[in-house]
């Protein structure tokens, strides 16, 4: 919200800078977000009278001008034609720098000396809403009172500091100058001068002229009051001097005024032109279903019973607290009108502005909550202006129709209670202090502090209300030396990771050692990457975010293939051959569409890698498995976008699939143009969780010695690893150690379709040093078995 | 008899002087310490000699062949030395090819710092809490004092799902499930990701919190104050200093952000700062006492204080890293930079 310094001043002894002003106010809750000076581009720049006006020798269009500037007379090139002999302009001088980035230097026009140059009102920065005349095409012409010489800023009053202040949502009443206002008296321990809210009535009664019907309860109160023969005209400078400076557009004095009280009492009034208003009847109702509107900004609305109107008789004036209608507005012609000053409730006005797309500064204000006395102040402080500019005749007695008036807040505490809700100590004298500077009326006796909360502060509550308002007034700064001990005073808990995260963490430390890189991606997604990844089961429905940005993110993933797809796909795009990465992250599967029950969320890790082979793949994602206690079995997997030859599934007797690993389906990773052979996988957490610990069951080791034999056998290709050595191991019996496949052969020498596989059979016993020929039968006894169940032959 | 013997081991000494290689050394060591050598052939002639003289002879027979055989062992091991250096020469490698070894990957920044994070609040009695990410309006927002219609929430643009289904646009929406189900006192603190309906260089939709939640009797600013210097100085050095500014947040009460020595330029000041030696990078206070009210704690008994941050952020100060959206791409170049 933009204030001005000099605005303040009216409420408040200001006695610092600007500059220091805003530190201050950003330091107790108030952040000034920006500093404007008004003339940071006026500095240079005077008021001159043009003497005497020359054609320039060397060209036609130019003109030589001899202007006083106050202590000395200058020489000005100008190609200018709304200048004359004795008009009063603004010149700028050697080192201005004007609002259109424009820098003034002294050059030659023509081999001619310029020292200068005439400004316009658009370089100046103002235009006819300001100052009149500022808007033509050409040399703003200055009236001839203007004093030569003087500083243009101080001239067209344009010398006044604006500061851009945050509000946040809990200070409402801090929307408007008084606000501001209020909150510096606290901070320089300075009074608070109350606005002037007085003026002087005819006879003649509102009420006699005007009837209001409140029947809805969505406005607490309305209040109006009713002017006759108004004169409608331009503003006087100093109104809309203030207007212009925090961006309000000067229209006319009553709607000008009307707009200044908003700004300066935070309070959102309207005009109605009286003579519109039919029956002379105002009634603040809920909109009938479909009710139309014409409004100010051009446009027509539909509305419904949740939009608050103001309405005569007949038909809806305004939507309340928002806009106003065209009907109604002030014109030239206006003669009598009616000032609303309301308090509508915050989250109708909310709704409303939200479901049209209509934000006002009224609807800004009425949104954030409008107390109920602000209503009266807003009222009277705009009577008062009408009745110091002497705009027309006010009406005796406001009009005003409220439910009940809230009750006053009190707000009982001791000191100790604030002194440990901030854990340090705030002398009762500066509490004292500061609640009072803050309009809080307070009294403390025996360290129990009595607070009488003023009504614009709606936001106190309880004594952490209380606690807070001393804090930011008193410094945070405080807290800069404060060195208690961690929890001094509380009972000691005990700390410790979840579950899953313990989990996670095992086997991304698992996944780093054998050389993944993690990846973060969005859990957002685009809706077609189920189509993408030939996916056609349950997955394809996605809860769907109702306000997406885009397309692109605007579902929910039900797979974590698609996000570690494009990150293969765009390492591989911008050349990185070799990847191996891997995700930790969610899957969210709904339990019917539309989503009415939370969905269910998986945790899933899942691996991606251009360049491996599958059987390192797969050694990977195992050493990760084999950081919990899972006993499982390998078995196809049938996921969609894995290649049904290359593909693997880690299950339990149950079925329950735990990890899923392979090669990308051909067409997936044509979809991805990622190459055939890139790998992906992908580890159930949620799934793994019960079995997180890992767990040892130690045997005794047998102190003889292991004893080695290789055995080659020829096999048909569907005879699987798994099967052979199941055979061998069983063949093995007792004797039976360890058992690792170490190459597997295929050449035409062989036949067509066998394969020669090579084991290293390693034999053990605990009771003592196997002999030759003990080993010998057990590996006759193995090749017996592999013959006869499997047809091996000896290679 | 002597005088031979003498002479023998005369020209034996002279004899090694002259042999540069071990074959040498073998047929000395046969021509003199032999079946058939020198000192054996004197030897039979001992009969030859007076009983008298034969201990004499003896000794003098035994010291030259000790002599020799040690000299012999000695010029061995030099041989032997000799051998070996030229074997440890010849067999040197070109050390400044590249090594073989199979490479280690690494942790995406975020997860070094919410590591990092995790385990210095664990330390301080801090419990890890998970909570949905698809939540519900009610603990996102209600639960936390933030009303339907709220103005409060405009400080948030939320994704929605449905009327009362949302993409959780803070992780406090755990803190209220956890104050329903835990008894105080407790101290959790809730990472993961969160959304917001906003996005350009600074801003992501999804990105990451750690939001922390203290709740028991005598909790004050001041035991937030020591805390929050705790966890960031572990995050940032030990230099790190850390101040309070005022804010509002509906669920906290008092509420400060928290600014914390710009770690660029340790406080100097610089570009990142704005000159100013301090990075805005917390938001905490104590916690509002509707909100316990709220979830069922006892505002009366107990008091509490929250503190929450962007995680994203603290892992990009840390790393240097200028644009938010280079998190997300995972190229391997950038990855491989932090491992």
């Known amino acids: ?795 | 008899m002597e005088q031979k013997l003498i002479e023998i081991r005369d020209n034996a000494r002279e004899e090694l002087c002259g042999i540069k290689e071990k074959e040498g050394l073998a047929s000395f060591k046969v021509k003199y310490l032999g079946k058939q050598g020198l000192l054996t052939s004197v030897l039979r002639g001992m009969r030859d000699i007076s009983p008298e003289d034969r201990p004499k002879i003896g000794m003098l027979v035994n010291e030259i062949r000790d002599e020799i055989e040690s000299k012999i062992n000695l010029k061995e091991k030099e041989f032997d030395n000799v051998e070996l250096l030229k074997e440890l020469e010849n067999t040197a490698i070109d050390i400044t090819e590249p090594g073989k070894a199979h490479e280690k990957g690494g942790l995406h920044p975020l997860s070094q710092v919410y590591d990092l994070l995790i385990d210095s609040c664990v330390n301080m009695g801090f419990k890890v809490v998970d909570g949905p990410e698809v939540e519900l309006d009610y603990y996102n927002f209600e639960a936390l004092n933030i009303p339907k219609n709220h103005p409060s929430r405009d400080m948030q643009d939320t994704f929605f799902v449905s009327e009362n289904i949302l993409l959780r646009s803070q992780t406090s929406s755990v803190q209220a499930r956890s104050m329903q189900t835990m008894k105080p006192p407790f101290k959790i603190i809730s990472p993961g990701r969160v959304y917001r309906n906003d996005s350009d260089a600074t801003h992501s939709p999804v990105f990451h919190q750690m939001e922390g939640l203290v709740i028991d009797e005598n909790i004050s600013m001041a035991d937030l104050k020591s805390m929050l210097t705790i966890l960031m100085r572990k995050t940032f050095g030990e230099a790190t200093q850390i101040r309070f500014r005022p804010s509002f947040f509906p669920f906290t009460e008092p509420s400060v952000e928290v600014d914390v020595t710009c770690p660029n330029c340790k406080g100097e000041g610089c570009r990142i700062c704005k000159g100013t030696g301090f990075m805005e990078l917390l938001g905490a206070g104590i916690v509002n006492p509707k909100v316990l009210e709220i979830n069922g704690i006892d505002s009366k008994k107990y008091r509490g204080f929250a503190f929450g941050f962007g995680v994203d952020r603290v892992a990009m100060v840390k790393n240097e890293i200028g644009d938010i959206r280079s998190m997300f791409r995972n190229d391997i170049r950038f990855l491989k930079q932090m491992k």
């Not at chain 1, 106190?460 to 800069?480: F, K, S």
């Open chain 1, 1 to 795: 919200m933009k204030i001005t310094y000099n605005w303040l001043k009216d409420f408040v002894d200001i006695d610092v800078s600007a500059d220091v002003l805003a530190d201050k106010l950003t330091n107790s809750g108030f952040e000034v977000e920006e500093i404007i000076y008004q003339n940071a581009h006026l500095h240079d720049v005077k008021v001159g009278k043009i003497i005497k006006i020359e054609k320039h020798p060397d060209a036609n269009k130019l003109q030589v001008c001899q202007v006083d500037i106050g202590d000395k007379n200058v020489q000005i090139i100008t190609a200018a034609t709304n200048i004359f002999e004795g008009a009063v302009v603004p010149v700028s001088l050697p080192g201005a720098d004007l609002v259109n980035g424009v820098k003034i230097q002294k050059s030659k026009l023509r081999g001619v000396e310029s020292e200068g140059m005439f400004c316009s009102g658009e370089e100046l920065g103002i235009d006819d809403s300001y100052f009149e005349g500022a808007s033509i095409n050409g040399i703003l012409i200055l009236p001839n009172n203007f004093e030569i010489g003087q500083n243009i800023d101080t001239a067209l009053g344009l010398d006044d500091v604006i500061l851009d202040v945050n509000i946040t949502p809990n200070r409402p009443d801090c929307m408007s100058v008084i606000g501001i206002a209020r909150e510096i008296c606290a901070i320089l321990g300075k009074k608070f001068k109350d606005p002037d809210l007085t003026y002087e009535c005819v006879q003649e009664r509102s009420e006699d002229n005007l009837s209001v019907l409140r029947e809805s309860n969505s406005c607490p109160r309305y209040m109006a009051a009713v002017i006759k023969n108004v004169k409608i005209e331009k503003s006087p400078l100093w109104v809309r001097q203030r207007l212009f400076a925090v961006g309000i557009k000067s229209i006319n004095t009553i709607v000008d005024l009307t707009n200044y009280v908003l700004v300066e009492m935070g309070q959102p009034l309207h005009a109605f032109d009286k003579s519109k208003i039919e029956g002379d009847s105002i009634i603040v109702r809920d909109a009938k279903e479909n009710e139309p509107i014409s409004v100010l900004n051009h446009n027509s609305y539909k509305l419904s019973s949740q939009d608050l109107v103001i309405s005569d008789v007949n038909k809806a004036l305004v939507i309340a607290g928002v806009i106003g209608g065209v009907d109604s507005c002030i014109t030239d012609e206006t003669h009598d009108v009616v000032i609303e000053s309301a308090v509508f409730d915050l989250k109708s006005i909310r709704l409303t502005s939200k479901k049209i797309g209509v934000r006002t500064d009224s609807s800004a204000r009425y949104e954030k909550g409008v107390y109920f006395s602000s209503a009266e102040q807003g009222i009277k402080r705009l009577l008062n202006l009408v009745y110091r500019l002497q705009l027309g005749d006010i009406l005796n007695g406001i009009i005003d129709k409220f439910d009940h008036k809230p009750e006053s807040k009190y707000i009982e505490c001791s000191c100790e209670e604030i002194n440990n809700i901030l854990g340090v100590k705030v002398p009762e004298k500066n509490i004292s202090n500061i609640l009072s500077g803050l309009g809080i009326k307070c009294n403390i006796e025996k360290s129990i502090i009595k607070a009488w909360i003023p009504s614009y502060r709606e936001d106190l509550e309880n004594c952490y209300d209380l606690a807070e308002e001393i804090i930011r007034i008193y410094g945070y700064d405080v807290y800069d030396k404060c060195d208690n001990a961690l929890f001094d005073k509380s009972k000691v808990t005990e700390g410790g990771l979840d579950d899953k995260t313990l989990l996670e963490r095992k086997l991304k430390k698992a996944l780093v050692f054998n050389g993944f890189f993690e990846s973060v991606s969005f859990s957002i997604c685009p809706s077609d990457i189920c189509e993408k990844l030939n996916i056609n089961d349950n997955r394809k429905f996605m809860v769907k975010i109702a306000n997406p940005i885009s397309d692109e993110i605007s579902c929910l993933r039900t797979t974590m293939a698609h996000s570690m797809l494009s990150n293969l796909a765009y390492n591989f795009s911008v050349g990185n051959k070799q990847v191996n990465l891997f995700e930790s992250g969610r899957v969210y599967l709904p339990e019917s569409l539309p989503v009415v029950k939370l969905p269910e969320e998986i945790n899933y890790i899942s691996l991606g890698s251009i360049g491996m082979s599958f059987f390192e793949f797969k050694a990977c994602i195992l050493s990760a498995v084999s950081e919990t206690n899972l006993k499982f079995s390998i078995v196809r997997s049938k996921q969609p976008y894995l290649h049904p030859g290359i593909s693997a599934d880690l299950v339990d007797e149950n079925g329950v699939i735990y990890a899923t690993f392979g090669q990308l389906h051909p067409l997936v990773a044509k979809n991805y143009d990622l190459p055939k052979n890139t790998l992906y996988g992908e580890i159930n957490l949620t799934n793994l969780l019960p079995f997180k610990d890992k767990e040892f069951h130690v045997k005794s080791v047998s102190k003889y010695p292991i004893v080695d034999r290789d055995l080659a056998v020829i096999v048909k290709e569907e005879i699987s690893n798994a099967d052979l050595i199941s055979a061998i191991i069983s063949a093995c019996g007792k004797l039976f150690y360890e058992v690792n496949l170490f190459d597997v052969y295929r050449n035409k020498s062989l036949g067509d379709g066998v394969k020669s596989m090579a084991y290293n059979i390693r034999l053990s016993s605990d009771s003592k040093t196997l002999t030759d020929e003990e080993v010998t039968a057990v590996m006759e006894k193995v090749l017996k078995s592999l013959k006869f169940r499997y047809g091996a032959s000896l290679r």
